[in-house]
């Protein structure tokens, strides 16, 4: 089966084009992703209106790209699989729109997915050899959420985030130490390149299940207040990477040990830190499966391998003809616990 996957939801317009063969590993014939953070950069978040205007711009460019690059043009795909939701609502109808016409102009099968759980299926992409059930940390920009996967759309819910997502604590700890948006990466770059810190701060929601980040953006905006100009960045970045990670870290151990499940796949852009993977291979008996990089952040692989195992599955996300399918609108909101 040959996938058109399209995402849109948030700040990358993506394409990408696969080959499915049950049983047999992905084959990834092409991957583009245009990325607007440069014109966001200037606001220090996506600006909505400004973010669906360009996918406007980009979804046919990508599309083009992807076929030319695969040397497949849209007459040989089977499946075009789009992000119907969670994300921005302008966004999510640029996407949902361009590949509605596609496949009435084109005559295709339509399979509108869920991005956080194509975040939390990516890591299946590449490591062939995970299996049901296991562990899934969804840690992006959006989302901080753990849960159990026991098979294709059966999904329990451990533990969210109260207030910030990890990404955020990242980005807002980043621009504080005067890095350009989006700055988690930056921050983690420079906290690799040293070893230690003589800044400490708290351990934050040790009691309950649930991920928590705003008291510890209060504690890091204090310290940094605190050091002021005298701070050295490195050792400030160290300890903020060190306290988000362990926030991290301490509630996937306690759902290994809860649920006796030791296989944990993880996904989203602040999976791609290094810290966060190597703690968290640290945690005994931990079987680690990670997205390669490309796949952590934004794409449109993840979105074709979604649609493609729905359709393998015989699924129909609850329409019984194609013409049900073209009717489903965008879910800016939508919880995978309850799919359809
Ligand atoms: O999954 P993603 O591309 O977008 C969302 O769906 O949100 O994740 C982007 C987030 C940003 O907050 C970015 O700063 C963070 O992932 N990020 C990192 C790293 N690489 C990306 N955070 C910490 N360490 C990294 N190496
Ligand atoms: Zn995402």
């Known amino acids: 089966m040959l996938i058109l996957g399209i995402e849109s939801s948030c700040d990358e317009t993506a394409?990408?084009?696969?080959?499915?063969?049950?049983?047999?590993?992905?084959?990834?014939?092409?991957?583009?992703?245009?990325?607007?953070?440069?014109?966001?950069?200037?606001?220090?978040?996506?600006?909505?209106?400004?973010?669906?205007?360009?996918?406007?711009?980009?979804?046919?460019r990508?599309?083009?790209?992807?076929?030319?690059?695969?040397?497949?043009?849209?007459?040989?795909?089977?499946?075009?699989?789009?992000?119907?939701?969670?994300?921005?609502?302008?966004?999510?109808?640029?996407?949902?729109?361009?590949?509605?016409?596609?496949?009435?102009?084109?005559?295709?099968?339509?399979?509108?997915?869920?991005?956080?759980?194509?975040?939390?299926?990516?890591p299946m992409i590449d490591n062939q050899e995970l299996r049901f059930p296991f562990l899934g940390l969804v840690v992006s920009g959006g989302h901080t959420e753990l849960y159990i996967v026991r098979g294709l759309g059966c999904y329990e819910l451990v533990a969210r985030t109260i207030d910030d997502a990890a990404g955020e604590a990242f980005d807002k700890s980043a621009n504080l130490l005067g890095m350009e948006y989006p700055g988690g990466a930056k921050l983690a770059l420079l906290a690799d390149s040293i070893g230690s810190s003589r800044y400490k701060l708290p351990a934050v929601m040790t009691e309950r299940p649930e991920f928590s980040f705003s008291g510890l953006k209060t504690a890091i905006s204090l310290m940094i207040k605190r050091e002021g100009e005298y701070g050295d960045r490195a050792e400030l970045a160290y300890s903020i990477q060190e306290a988000i990670v362990s926030a991290i870290i301490r509630k996937v151990a306690f759902a290994t040990e809860r649920y006796g499940i030791k296989e944990i796949a993880i996904s989203g852009g602040v999976s791609a830190n290094r810290r966060l993977r190597e703690e968290l291979a640290n945690i005994k008996g931990v079987?680690?499966?990670c997205a390669r990089s490309l796949l952590c952040t934004d794409n449109a692989t993840m979105i074709a391998f979604l649609g493609g195992l729905y359709e393998q599955q015989g699924d129909d996300n609850g329409c019984s003809a194609q013409f049900d399918r073209l009717k489903m609108e965008v879910r800016a909101r939508w919880p995978i616990i309850q799919l359809n």
């Open 287 to 289: 079987n680690l499966f």
């Open 15 to 60: 394409a990408s084009i696969v080959r499915m063969v049950k049983g047999q590993r992905l084959e990834v014939l092409s991957e583009v992703i245009s990325s607007q953070v440069d014109l966001h950069k200037a606001y220090g978040g996506v600006v909505p209106e400004l973010a669906a205007r360009e996918h406007l711009h980009n979804l046919p």
């Open 62 to 122: 990508v599309v083009s790209v992807a076929e030319e690059r695969a040397g497949i043009s849209i007459e040989s795909i089977d499946l075009i699989s789009y992000t119907r939701g969670p994300g921005l609502k302008g966004c999510l109808l640029m996407g949902d729109r361009f590949a509605k016409a596609l496949a009435i102009t084109n005559g295709k099968s339509l399979q509108g997915v869920n991005h956080v759980e194509a975040h939390l299926l990516s």
